[in-house]
């Protein structure tokens, strides 16, 4: 079912998967491509597939930062190094990253600016809060405003923060602790029943 809320509930019987009729060629399993093929064999933290057939990754455990264009082999653009780098979340465009890694026993989130073949501006380090890292973390669409979760001890902070001006807003706070927040077009908060 389509519906505004992406979290409805459909209940067991009511979903009849012969409606619809037969599936033509024009269905969109038939245009997804048939064989899936594999960029690096290192273990990435998080990655991104940017226009023009360019992927980006940060590779876990040491946070450096490559770059694959069409294939052609994947090329080092950061010498920077990222102890024990377990996340990394990219804007859309591939030119920010927010890396989580740990550093001595405690979690630390540093957003940084990517302009090939570096890093080209300082990084930043985000306030993880209570819960030790930052959490439900998204972009916008334009790739200029991170959003994430972190935990208080009077529950859970949303927070958006803005890459140009290095500056952090509180979007919503709530009481509750274990949530996931949907972001887009406005934040929807979900949380398990206790």
């Known amino acids: 079912r389509v519906a505004e809320n992406p979290f409805v509930e459909v ?7 012969s409606v619809g009729g037969e599936r033509g060629v024009d269905d969109t399993e038939a245009a997804l491509p048939s064989v899936v093929t594999a960029v690096t064999d290192r273990k990435v933290a998080g990655a991104v597939g940017m226009d023009g057939g360019i992927y980006r990754f940060v590779e876990a455990g040491t946070g450096h930062v490559y770059e694959d264009a069409n294939g052609g082999g994947e090329q080092k653009i950061s010498n920077t190094t990222y ?3 377990r996340d990394a979340w990219w804007s859309p465009s591939g030119a920010s990253v927010a890396i989580a890694y740990d550093l001595g026993g ?3 989130t540093e957003v940084v600016r990517i302009d090939a073949p570096q890093i080209t501006e300082a990084t930043t380090t985000l306030e993880s809060g209570i819960a030790g890292t930052i959490h439900n973390v998204a972009w916008s669409p334009d790739g200029l405003v991170l959003r ?3 935990e208080t001890e009077r529950g859970s902070t949303g927070v958006s923060y803005d890459t140009d001006k290095r500056t952090e807003k509180v979007v919503f706070q709530t009481p509750l602790r274990e949530i996931t927040v949907v972001w887009d077009p406005s934040p929807l908060i979900v949380t398990r029943a206790s």
Do not use: I, K, L, N
């Open 83 to 85: 102890p024990q780098a």
């Open 148 to 150: 994430f979760v972190r």
């Open 11 to 17: 209940e067991a019987g009511s979903f009849d998967p």
């Open 106 to 108: 405690t979690m630390r």
